[in-house]
């Protein structure tokens, strides 16, 4: 039994480093880079669901002389908070009136939306999880062929299994 949640874990990481790399790779081939002064924050219950998002208003300035590209924007944190406070902890390392760099891009490619944020995503981040993909991968298929050895042989006999135990 233990062996076959390791598999499932295995194969279940395999693909969320896969996606979520994919994904990351995918971000930081599209982004755009800014310079943000901040006007105000405030956290948001991100849509009334029990989480809490930190949101800046914005005005966005054009990178070589600081002058004003349109109006305010809306800029939110990457991350959503269980608590009110979380949020507003994270809108609280931003200072009023301060120009921080920040960042355009759509959170998938299905989605023609795209926000402001803090995050500036990371080819580091999506080459790793891409390159440990394929060797989770690998190590749930070696479990999965050793426990199959393992049935076709009858499964280990009392002795055999508690040799193995004490080995250990």
């Not at 081939?29 to 914005?58: H, M, T």
Request: proline letters at 2%; one cysteine or more.
């Amino acid at each position: 039994m233990r062996c076959t949640a390791f598999i499932a874990i295995s194969f279940g990481l395999a693909a969320f480093a896969l996606l979520y790399g994919a994904h990351e790779l995918w971000q930081v081939n599209i982004y755009i880079e800014r310079q943000c002064l901040i006007k105000s924050y405030d956290p948001d219950n991100a849509g009334g669901k029990g989480f809490w998002r930190a949101y800046w208003k914005v005005q966005i300035l054009n990178e070589q002389i600081k002058t004003k590209i349109d109006g305010e924007d809306s800029l939110r944190s990457y991350y959503t908070y269980f608590t009110k406070s979380g949020a507003l902890e994270a809108t609280e390392k931003k200072k009023i009136n301060q120009i921080y760099t920040c960042y355009k891009y759509g959170m998938h490619p299905f989605d023609s939306s795209w926000y402001w944020y803090w995050r500036k995503p990371s080819k580091l981040l999506a080459c790793f999880l891409l390159s440990i993909s394929p060797v989770l991968l690998i190590t749930g298929c070696i479990l999965c062929n050793r426990r199959m050895t393992v049935e076709e042989r009858g499964g280990l006999n009392q002795m055999e299994l508690s040799q193995h135990l004490d080995a250990r």
